[in-house]
C-alpha cells in the first residue's frame, strides 16, 4: 500500500449496511506488494466521494490496482511488511474505545514516486486526495504509533510521527505521462470534500484482506 477540518459536529457512528462498492474490472492483477496495514475508514458518504474517483480514473484506463486488490478508501496510518496480528488486537481495540468519529475533509490532489514491486516503470507514481491537516487527526497518528511501541512495533521511517504525510490513495503506478490527465479528472471531484473517519482496521495485503476493525467511540474496551 502506500504511505504516501472544519469544525463540525461529531455524530453518532451509524454502521452501512450497504456501503459503495467499487466496479471491478476484468483485468487481472499482477505481482503486488504484500504486508500489513492499520487503516483508518471513513464514513459512506465520503467513501464513496473517493470510489467515484477510483471508478473514472478506472474507466479512462488510468488506474485499476485499488479496486483490482479489493481495497477500500482510507488513510493508512502504518504499512510494514510482516508482524503479527494478534499482537496488535487489543491495541487497536483499546484506541478506538478512547476515540470519537473523527471530521476530516478531503482538500487537495497530490503525488509521490510509486514504491510498488509491481511498478513497470521508475517514472510510474501514486496521485492521492490529501486531508487538511488537524490536530486529533496527527495525535491519533502518534497514539498509534506509541501504542504499537508497547507492543513491540516500531513504525517505518515514513510512517513516523515526524515524517507522516496523511493521505487517501486513489491511483497507483500512474504512468508519468497520465498525470496530468489524472489531475484534471480528480478536479472534477470539486475538493474540498468532508466527512468522518468512522473505523480503524487492520488488513493483509495483496490482495487486501480485513484481518479486524473497531468503530471509534465504541466506548467500551471489553
Known amino acids: 500500500m502506500a504511505q504516501g477540518q472544519g469544525a463540525m459536529t461529531t455524530p453518532s457512528p451509524t454502521p452501512a449496511t450497504n456501503p459503495p462498492q467499487a466496479e471491478v474490472p476484468p483485468a487481472a492483477v499482477g505481482r503486488q506488494q504484500q504486508g500489513y496495514a492499520v487503516e483508518l475508514y471513513f464514513d459512506p458518504a465520503l467513501e464513496n466521494q473517493v470510489l467515484k474517483a477510483w471508478n473514472v480514473l478506472a474507466r479512462r484506463q488510468i488506474s485499476t490496482q485499488l479496486i483490482e486488490m479489493a481495497a477500500r478508501p482510507h488513510l493508512t496510518l502504518l504499512s510494514v511488511p510482516t508482524l503479527d496480528p494478534l499482537r496488535l ?11 470519537d468519529p473523527l471530521p476530516l475533509t478531503l482538500s487537495s490532489v497530490g503525488a509521490f514516486p510509486s514504491s510498488s514491486s509491481s511498478s513497470s516503470s521508475s517514472d510510474a507514481g ?7 491537516p488537524s490536530a486529533a487527526l496527527l495525535h491519533l497518528h502518534s497514539q498509534l504509533c506509541e501504542a504499537l511501541r508497547k507492543e513491540g512495533v516500531e513504525a517505518p521511517e515514513e510512517f513516523r510521527p515526524d515524517s507522516w504525510v496523511p493521505h487517501c490513495s486513489v491511483a497507483q503506478d500512474v504512468p508519468r505521462s497520465r498525470i496530468a490527465d ?5 478536479r472534477d471531484l470539486k475538493l474540498p470534500v468532508s466527512g468522518y473517519v468512522m473505523d480503524i482496521g487492520l488488513v493483509e495485503f495483496s490482495p487486501v484482506q480485513e484481518i479486524f476493525s473497531f468503530p471509534l467511540g465504541s466506548g467500551s474496551e471489553a
Not at 488486537?89 to 476515540?99: G, T, V
Not at 501514486?126 to 487538511?132: E, K, M, Q, R, S
Open 182 to 186: 489524472a489531475f484534471c479528472i480528480l
Open 126 to 132: 501514486v496521485l492521492f486526495l490529501a486531508p487538511t
Open 89 to 99: 488486537h487489543a491495541a487497536l481495540r483499546s484506541l478506538a474505545a478512547r476515540l
